[in-house]
């Protein structure tokens, strides 16, 4: 916590995390508490992954079979309904609650990370990306398809040509690239984008605050159709599970 934000910080090992929480509105109720505090301006939610990277992407959807070849394709034998269910609400969850939320949210990354970050960025206010960001679409190599509303956020941005060159015919996505089709607002030095994130803060919070709920609600209802786009997402992924 600082003076004017809450700085979110993701640790350990997100995709455990993801599945292990205890109380299933742990997020919502604590975004809300976020929400109604008066003296918080903005958000700042920084992936940082200390624990979570390719290998730990494939650990998590391999691990009752670790020795399953990654030829075979979907993951119905790696997990169980029900936890790949809890992943993806979870998810869902997180990034509908981004959207509805009054204050600011500003997203921050840099180094090795996977899509699903890139997805959680998409649902914030305003991204900013170290230098030396690179996003992996490694959910190719478990042949399953982004979770967290990637095709939806690039489809409104990108259109579909654009969306489908990022995600199938390439492997990652680097950081001018991300810049250059609008995945990210602002790309700087990696050391320096808590600092960036502050200053945006700085701004934000010279504007009055019912100016910026106000835009934010009015903003949210271009994505009034996000939820269900999430359920259909999931029931992809359930089903392409299943069918492999």
Known sequence: RTEHAVILRFSGNFFHNS??????????????????????????LHSAY?????????????REHPRRSLAHFGFSSFMNTNELNRYCNFLDQ?????????KFIIHICSG???????????ACDHRI???????HNIFQAVGTIPKGGSI???EKRLGHAKTMELLLLQSQISAPEALEYQLADRMVASADIEKE??????RIRKIPKGTVAGIKRLSSMSLKDIEAYLDRETSEIIRIGIKS
């Open 112 to 122: 090795d990370v996977l899509t699903q970050s890139m997805n959680i960025a998409l």
């Open 129 to 135: 990306i170290g230098d030396d960001t690179v996003f």
């Open 19 to 44: 599945i292990d929480f205890d109380k299933k509105n742990f997020f919502s109720e604590f975004l809300q508490k976020v929400n109604e505090a008066k003296d918080v301006d903005a958000v700042i």
């Open 152 to 154: 939806y956020f690039m």
């Open 94 to 102: 997180f990034v509908t609650e981004l959207i509805r939320i009054d």
């Open 197 to 202: 994130a502050m200053a945006v803060v700085e």
């Open 50 to 62: 200390s624990e979570t990277g390719e290998n730990e992407y494939l650990k998590f959807f391999q």
